[in-house]
């Protein structure tokens, strides 16, 4: 039974010593061949049986190992090679025909067993069936060699024994395979969670700083005590994203829409934009005011950044948040698709909320509206759109 192929995968020292264990526990069997070899009245034939056996037994036991190290990693085993070394398996067996005779026949249930685990399933069922039908046919057709019902029952319950034992480590394989899969799905998520919670903070954060430098070279000639001032304010907006990045990268930066609102006031005032912000804000759960805080900040960062707006109106409800200008407008319909609203719809979304883009007046097809809405509570608890 072969499994597919994946990715490799060490394996334990503990569990490698139980694959010796549990292959080499079962050559006990050989004990009658090998009590066989050992009466033969002349040397060569003792000689000859007791070397074949050990031989099968240190062959049985390392093709064990080998295939079970493969599943072990996910890995298929080549069919190819699964044929070759169950051919050395029987080729072993027959090698000790004159010290063993026809108790060289026990070595079948090994090569039985075997096949089942090494070989696909077709291929191993047919060698499964001439290992039982061996015994009772070579009784027939060799003088001496006595039937014994009781190993055809041995190769067919080995081999069904082994059929389990492959499929659970089928199984094991799959089941390690599908964990690494998880693994690396949920780092990958983690990565883009970080990049994502970077490019919202410092696309803020470096979009208020680019437009007070902008402003403060403006004013160096016409009015350096207030250039100074924004310098300062420059500095200490460059220590906050240090400060947020640290943070970030450390255990994620909360948002909260109370701090968002008034660092909107002061970028917006900053790039010259006329600012209608609600004085208060209603009290919020905490992930609704960090989900409001984060719509508020990509607002803003929109509204500083790319649409030139001379007037900008937030607006705070209980289940809803929109920030809304007068600036170009979206290129399109759609309106824009840039990270920052993939994120921010990353986040609605875990919240069942909407994130909706649209055209703030539709006369003249100027200006932005993003609005972020979350469905009101029902009188029972529930939730309704």
Same mark, same amino acid.
């Given at each position: 039974?072969?499994?597919?192929?994946?990715?490799?995968?060490?394996?334990?020292?503990?569990?490698?010593?139980?694959?010796?264990?549990?292959?080499?526990?079962?050559?006990?069997?050989?004990?009658?061949?090998? +009590?066989?070899?050992?009466?033969?009245?002349?040397?060569?034939?003792?000689?000859?049986?007791?070397?074949?056996?050990?031989?099968?037994?240190?062959?049985?036991?390392?093709?064990?190992?080998?295939?079970?190290?493969?599943?072990?990693?996910?890995?298929?085993?080549?069919?190819?090679?699964?044929?070759?070394?169950?051919?050395?398996?029987?080729?072993?067996?027959?090698?000790?025909?004159?010290?063993?005779?026809?108790?060289?026949?026990?070595?079948?249930?090994?090569?039985?067993?075997?096949?089942?685990?090494?070989?696909?399933?077709?291929?191993?069922?047919?060698?499964?069936?001439?290992?039982?039908?061996?015994?009772?046919?070579?009784?027939?057709?060799?003088? +001496?060699?006595?039937?014994?019902?009781?190993?055809?029952?041995?190769?067919?319950?080995?081999?069904?024994?082994?059929?389990?034992?492959?499929?659970?480590?089928?199984?094991?394989?799959?089941?390690?395979?599908?964990?690494?899969?998880?693994?690396?799905?949920?780092?990958?998520?983690?990565?883009?969670?970080?990049?994502?919670?970077?490019?919202?903070?410092?696309?803020?954060?470096?979009?208020?700083?680019?437009?007070?430098?902008?402003?403060?070279?403006?004013?160096?000639?016409?009015?350096?005590?207030?250039?100074?001032?924004?310098?300062?304010?420059?500095?200490?907006?460059?220590?906050?994203?240090?400060?947020?990045?640290?943070?970030?990268? +450390?255990?994620?930066?909360?948002?909260?829409?109370?701090?968002?609102?008034?660092?909107?006031?002061?970028?917006?005032?900053?790039?010259?934009?006329?600012?209608?912000?609600?004085?208060?804000?209603?009290?919020?759960?905490?992930?609704?005011?960090?989900?409001?805080?984060?719509?508020?900040?990509?607002?803003?960062?929109?509204?500083?950044?790319?649409?030139?707006?001379?007037?900008?109106?937030?607006?705070?409800?209980?289940?809803?948040?929109?920030?809304?200008?007068?600036?170009?407008?979206?290129?399109?319909?759609?309106?824009?698709?840039?990270? +920052?609203?993939?994120?921010?719809?990353?986040?609605?979304?875990?919240?069942?909320?909407?994130?909706?883009?649209?055209?703030?007046?539709?006369?003249?097809?100027?200006?932005?509206?993003?609005?972020?809405?979350?469905?009101?509570?029902?009188?029972?608890?529930?939730?309704?759109?």
């Amino acid at each position: 039974m072969t499994s597919p192929p994946g990715p490799a995968r060490p394996v334990n020292r503990h569990w490698r010593f139980t694959g010796w264990l549990l292959a080499a526990v079962w050559l006990f069997f050989l004990n009658i061949p090998l +009590g066989t070899a050992l009466h033969q009245p002349q040397l060569w034939r003792r000689l000859v049986g007791i070397g074949a056996l050990v031989a099968f037994a240190v062959a049985y036991v390392l093709i064990f190992e080998w295939a079970r190290a493969r599943r072990q990693r996910n890995l298929s085993v080549p069919p190819g090679r699964a044929r070759l070394l169950i051919a050395v398996l029987l080729a072993l067996g027959l090698a000790g025909i004159p010290g063993t005779g026809g108790d060289w026949l026990t070595t079948l249930v090994f090569v039985g067993a075997a096949a089942v685990f090494l070989l696909p399933s077709a291929e191993a069922l047919v060698v499964v069936v001439l290992a039982a039908a061996a015994p009772p046919v070579t009784a027939r057709l060799v003088p +001496g060699w006595e039937h014994e019902s009781t190993l055809v029952f041995a190769v067919l319950l080995a081999s069904f024994a082994m059929f389990g034992v492959s499929r659970l480590a089928q199984r094991n394989g799959e089941l390690q395979a599908a964990q690494q899969e998880i693994r690396r799905l949920a780092v990958a998520e983690e990565r883009a969670r970080a990049a994502r919670d970077l490019h919202d903070i410092l696309g803020h954060s470096l979009t208020v700083v680019a437009v007070k430098a902008e402003l403060a070279g403006r004013l160096l000639e016409l009015d350096p005590a207030r250039a100074a001032t924004e310098v300062a304010d420059i500095e200490r907006l460059a220590r906050e994203a240090l400060a947020d990045v640290r943070s970030t990268v +450390g255990a994620y930066r909360g948002v909260d829409l109370a701090s968002e609102l008034a660092g909107a006031r002061s970028a917006l005032t900053a790039a010259g934009v006329v600012a209608e912000l609600p004085e208060s804000v209603p009290p919020l759960p905490a992930d609704r005011d960090e989900l409001f805080g984060w719509a508020v900040r990509e607002g803003v960062t929109n509204v500083v950044r790319h649409s030139g707006a001379r007037h900008c109106v937030i607006r705070v409800e209980p289940s809803a948040v929109e920030v809304r200008d007068d600036g170009r407008g979206p290129a399109d319909q759609h309106g824009p698709a840039g990270h +920052g609203l993939a994120g921010l719809r990353e986040r609605a979304r875990r919240l069942d909320a909407t994130v909706t883009v649209t055209v703030a007046r539709p006369d003249d097809g100027r200006g932005f509206l993003l609005r972020v809405t979350v469905p009101a509570a029902d009188p029972d608890g529930g939730t309704r759109p």
